[in-house]
């Protein structure tokens, strides 16, 4: 056996997951998608929320540490938040820019008042 080399453990491997359309946590993944998706200045091309990758830092972060980041209570709390919007904000929100959503939602009240 001299000589030999063992094979080497690969870096990674596939977790596959099966979530239901109706659950929360699908919820919560498509909202992160919308919520954090990120326009490249150069190109204008639009690129989701990477949930998948911030799932597993945290999945990683709890089991490391036994406690959760200090970014994950926002998140959720954007979250439970953005759940609270009608169907017609959420999707200005995800379609208008920061200060043209703001202004949507002043005029609004304004309406209201």
């Known amino acids: 056996m001299i000589g030999q080399s063992i094979p080497a453990m690969p870096a990674s491997f596939l977790f596959p997951l099966k979530v239901q359309n109706q659950s929360k946590l699908s919820h919560f993944i498509n909202w992160y998608e919308t919520f954090y998706t990120s326009t490249n200045p150069d190109t204008?091309?639009?690129?989701?929320?990477?949930?998948?990758?911030?799932?597993?830092?945290?999945?990683?972060?709890?089991?490391?540490?036994?406690?959760?980041?200090?970014?994950?209570?926002?998140?959720?709390?954007?979250?439970?938040?953005?759940?609270?919007?009608s169907p017609e904000l959420q999707n200005a929100k995800q379609?208008?820019?920061?200060?043209?959503?703001?202004?949507?939602?002043?005029?609004?009240?304004?309406a209201g008042a």
């Open 95 to 110: 379609n208008l820019s920061d200060s043209d959503f703001a202004k949507l939602v002043e005029l609004m009240e304004k």
């Open 44 to 85: 204008g091309r639009k690129r989701k929320g990477n949930a998948k990758k911030f799932l597993l830092e945290e999945l990683e972060a709890l089991v490391s540490t036994g406690k959760v980041s200090s970014s994950l209570p926002k998140v959720i709390e954007d979250f439970k938040n953005a759940s609270l919007l």
